[in-house]
């Protein structure tokens, strides 16, 4: 009865900023591997933003340095700052979660069990 839900995105202009949010619920393993994820119609879901119950965090290329992951442990709020936003970041973001029992969680969204339903953040040149 894992629930991940997401804050709603937005749209914002090329070099502004938005945080998105992902309430999780229901969580019983002891330690959950959590991640942002990224559709483009016609394109492969990408990792975004990784984030390890031990806060290890793993960004893609992409994103880094504009992005930052971090998590509220006192009540399993991800959280995704996106600064200096680009056309090309355009796309409906996902939060995703699954228990963690490796030392590393994975950057393929078929390594997820849990999904949020998903929210679109626009950004226009």
């Known amino acids: 009865q894992v629930k991940l839900v997401e804050s709603e995105g937005g749209s914002v202009q090329t070099g502004g900023s938005l945080t998105l949010s992902c309430a999780a619920s229901g969580f019983i393993a002891p330690r959950y591997c959590m991640a942002w994820f990224r559709h483009i119609p016609g394109k492969e879901r990408e990792g975004v933003a990784i984030?390890?119950?031990?806060?290890?965090?793993t960004y893609a290329d992409s994103v880094k340095g504009r992005f930052t992951v971090s998590k509220d442990n006192a009540n399993n709020t991800l959280y995704l700052q996106m600064k200096s936003l680009r056309p090309e970041d355009t796309a409906m973001y996902y939060c995703a979660a699954v228990p963690m029992n490796m030392a590393t969680c994975s950057i393929w969204p078929e390594g997820y069990l849990y999904w949020g339903q998903g929210t679109q953040v626009t950004v226009s040149s």
């Open positions: 984030f390890a119950h031990d806060g290890t965090t």
